[in-house]
């Protein structure tokens, strides 16, 4: 007998949570380590992949989630329209620069200047809190085909204490946000300019 692989709403939202989980990992991996414009981009993916995984597992069409972080208000309603819009627990500043990374992954498409500054190791301490914020609080309890819980990779990570989790991460190592933020300070300017 043939076996048959029964695609749902669920199944395809955890592959999406791992996906997203992987380019939070290589992301944090990437600007700690000064690889400034991959890190931005891999967390940008990260971030909008799992505000997607909202939007699949309430149901919504593949055309009804081809929304980005480049156009903040047009995804906002959407994830307002199924669930709740959680962006509004998550740094807007933050988001703006997430949005502005979506806009420069294809630099032949830059038609303008794109530039902004921010701080390392705010911005990953931003980044932390939003995928625990979506792991723990937002997404919970997808279950497989058969109805079984589905163990998410940063669940996993989190129970085995993974370096790649847990390396200066305030959320999960119970340091405050304003003692994170005060370690020293890593500034980085990131400027594109328009291919001519």
Known sequence: MAKTNIITKETVGFSFIVLAYRDYIAARFLLKNGFTLQGLTLASSAVEKYLKVLLILNGKSKNEINVHLNRLPQLQRALASCYYDITQKIDLRFLTILGK??????????????????????????????????????????????????????????????????????TLLGISKKNIWNRKIQASRFTLLPIR
């Open 101 to 170: 990374v979506y806009g420069i992954r294809y630099y032949d498409d830059v038609k303008a200047p794109v530039s902004f500054g921010f701080f390392i190791n705010q911005f990953i301490g931003e980044l932390d809190y939003v995928v625990h914020l979506m792991e723990t609080v937002v997404i919970t309890g997808i279950k497989n085909a058969r109805g079984e819980n589905m163990q998410t990779p940063y669940r996993r990570d989190l129970v085995e204490r993974k370096t790649e989790l847990y390396d200066g991460n305030y």
